[in-house]
């Protein structure tokens, strides 16, 4: 269930990067009051719960996004600035939301495992599923483990409101004007239908990817290691169910499979950092099975809005991937009692189960008190194995974590919410007895269990000094792990245990965010600030030669600017703009001083993103969007260690809308055609990894809703 937030409540009230680009409909382009679900914020009707930044992606802006790029990653990117540049691979490596990972959910069910973090989270449901994304910038701990950097919440279609039917058509297809083996194409088809008390929403999507050429006309070149979206095809089987029965109460069922396989067709042939060429592909068969990543999402969710005088939410859930990886004769897989030279692949197989409970009440002390108190529980069990000679290279490892809740907001003032709560993580790793491989000494490793218990609080309050503008600040902790699949496999030295190991120690961050916003009736802006630590951080860092990114522990400081504004001067135009500052340092020699900086894998560049929407007529529409990130120098212990030279991109598109035949939306993605190599591949790639960005690509859009 969704609710209407408050008027000017902190920065969603703003009609900002999240608005919806009315444009592209009939009616004239207005800042609307955005709707954040509570699986999101988890408090009902304020946002008061939490008063930061928060940036909705609504159906509008998703489906114009969708018409320029098949990346989710590429979209959150060009709406929130503060978020990584993608890849444009299948992998969310590298793609930080102020400088930590985040959380990805589906409807409030977590997709992230931070047990063995593969990196794939961000590509388990296909967009024709999605209603909209809902983003909660900055480490907290209101969901759980493993939302260091904040929750991405994919909240997925939901049925009409009203008795009937609703169908949707979409077919799209896409080529580069450059390059060859481009074309790409898929069908998407949802059903949606209510009558009294039951409702539905079926879908099923199958999309064939071409491959990607840079704006010169050459492959790009494959990821075989991580997997790639490009020669791949995918297919998406989605259904829910809800019945609604004494008064109120709902009872949900919630199904989705999502399957997405590389095509093996091309291999990869090194660039060379020193000259500027980039990684390519040449045809030929991958060596192995192609990469993939097969998930099962489900959840069965029940409310009783008149419980005891409260709301009732519970929720049960399972989710279940594989992600396999490309293979390789790497050094980590050789061992001489399997041969000489040997060619191995990896996979992971995480299995998530949980339960939320919360129940809250509005209303009290004059209707100035809101409360909500809950619990959650959940079991992961993931490990990481090599498929071809069988051996394991994460040990399954669980992970069975509970914690108890309580949140509150009060309004001592008519102009001044206070908000605040704790939660307390009690949580319990267990490991078996293992060996690592032969590339880290074959050493034992005694098993056992850790445990964790951690109290961590939230705070705020939100000041309204006139009728449009408002200040507000707050402070929330963060809890995760560090990946312990790459702690425990990379374990080199005999004598280790399980219960006594450093490395295994939960991140604890901390959030704070100072920010003023307006919101008028043409126009609106908002600027904050925040700073998000941890004494004992997780950063990642690439070893070359294997292909894998390993963990350090490390102090962690990191600091950021963002500003967003939009101007509304005629019915029919909007522009936006926003602009993010992100700094992050890291103790690298364990001296407690924080004296290097995060590269490309742990922050995201300085970034300005510009957009012009304009509805010329009830027909004709177009979208213009211009994203530029700064370069940067990084250094390590006061030595330069990498730099990104930056770079611009522009997309377009032109919507022509009928009642008869559907909407047609023509896309340019690069619409300049510019020539780049990508932020991650700048900062910390090799010549194997050195991926150039898409040149110029058309697509072509068609949707018919009946």
């Not at 126009?523 to 700073?531: E, L, N």
Request: net charge neutral; glycine share 12%.
């Amino acid at each position: 269930m969704s609710f209407s937030v408050r008027p000017l409540v902190f920065a969603c009230a703003l009609a900002l990067a999240g608005i919806a680009h009315a444009a592209d409909q009939k009616d004239a382009v207005a800042l609307k009051r955005v709707e954040v679900s509570a699986s999101t914020l988890r408090m009902p009707q304020s946002q008061g719960a939490l008063p930061t930044t928060i940036t909705v992606i609504t159906q509008e802006d998703l489906r114009q996004q969708l018409a320029l790029t098949p990346d989710l990653g590429d979209a959150i990117g060009n709406l929130v600035p503060s978020f990584s540049p993608s890849t444009q691979k299948l992998s969310t490596r590298g793609q930080t939301l102020r400088g930590r990972n985040p959380l990805y959910m589906v409807d409030g069910v977590p997709q992230s495992s931070p047990l063995r973090n593969g990196s794939r989270d961000g590509y388990t449901i296909d967009p024709a599923m999605i209603e909209r994304i809902e983003i909660v910038e900055g480490s907290n701990a209101m969901q759980g483990l493993g939302a260091a950097g904040g929750i991405i919440n994919i909240i997925t279609k939901q049925a009409p409101k009203q008795d009937g039917v609703r169908q949707e058509v979409t077919v799209n297809t896409s080529a580069p004007t450059r390059g060859r083996d481009g074309l790409g194409y898929g069908a998407a088809y949802l059903l949606g239908a209510r009558s009294g008390a039951f409702d539905m929403v079926v879908g099923a999507s199958w999309r064939q990817r071409g491959m990607y050429s840079d704006a010169k006309g050459r492959l790009i070149g494959v990821d075989g290691t991580q997997g790639d979206l490009m020669d791949s095809k995918s297919s998406d089987g989605f259904a829910k169910f809800g019945y609604e029965f004494a008064g109120a109460r709902h009872l949900q069922l919630t199904v989705n499979r999502f399957d997405l396989e590389g095509n093996g067709n091309y291999t990869a042939v090194p660039g060379d950092m020193a000259a500027n060429l980039p990684t390519t592909s040449t045809r030929g068969r991958q060596p192995g099975d192609a990469p993939r990543n097969r998930v099962l999402t489900s959840s069965l969710d029940y409310r009783d809005p008149r419980l005891a005088g409260g709301e009732l939410r519970a929720q049960l859930y399972h989710q279940k991937n594989r992600e396999l990886f490309g293979g390789g004769r790497f050094a980590t897989f050789q061992d001489p009692a399997y041969g000489a030279n040997i060619f191995d692949q990896s996979q992971n197989v995480s299995t998530k189960d949980g339960a939320r409970l919360s129940w809250s009440k509005r209303g009290l002390l004059d209707d100035k008190l809101t409360v909500l108190a809950g619990a959650d529980g959940y079991r992961d069990t993931t490990f990481q194995a090599l498929t071809h000679t069988g051996r394991h290279w994460v040990p399954d490892s669980t992970y069975t974590g509970w914690a108890p809740f309580l949140q509150a907001e009060y309004w001592p003032l008519q102009t001044l919410s206070v908000s605040g709560g704790l939660r307390q993580e009690h949580g319990t790793l267990d490991v078996p007895t293992f060996h690592t491989l032969a590339a880290y000494n074959g050493v034992t490793v005694q098993g056992g269990s850790t445990g964790f218990k951690k109290t961590l609080p939230n705070f705020g309050a939100v000041w309204y000094l006139t009728g449009q503008l408002n200040v507000f600040a707050s402070y929330a902790e963060g809890y995760t792990l560090p990946d312990v699949g790459r702690v425990l496999r990379a374990i080199n030295k005999p004598g280790q245990d399980v219960a006594g190991f450093l490395g295994l120690k939960p991140v604890v961050s901390d959030n704070r965010e100072l920010g003023i916003d307006y919101s008028g009736d043409r126009y609106g802006a908002r600027v904050s600030y925040y700073t998000s630590r941890s004494k004992l951080g997780s950063v990642l860092v690439f070893d070359a030669p294997n292909q894998v990114y390993n963990v350090m522990r490390q102090r962690v400081a990191i600091s950021g600017w963002e500003a967003r504004a939009n101007w509304q001067p005629l019915d029919g135009a909007l522009f936006n703009a926003s602009f993010a500052i992100n700094r992050g340092r890291s103790d690298r020699n364990g001296d407690g001083q924080v004296d290097s900086d995060l590269d490309g894998a742990n922050i995201a560049p300085n970034r300005l993103n510009l957009s012009w929407t304009q509805r010329w007529n009830d027909a004709l529409s177009s979208y213009l969007q211009v994203s530029h990130a700064y370069s940067r120098d990084f250094a390590t212990l006061g030595r330069r260690s990498a730099h990104f030279d930056g770079y611009s991109t522009a997309d377009a598109y032109v919507k022509w809308h009928t009642d008869a035949i559907g909407d047609w939306t023509l896309g340019v993605q690069n619409l300049a055609n510019t020539q780049f190599i990508n932020y991650v591949s700048q900062t910390v790639g090799d010549n194997d990894s050195y991926f150039a960005g898409r040149g110029r690509v058309l697509s072509l859009t068609w949707q018919q809703v009946f």
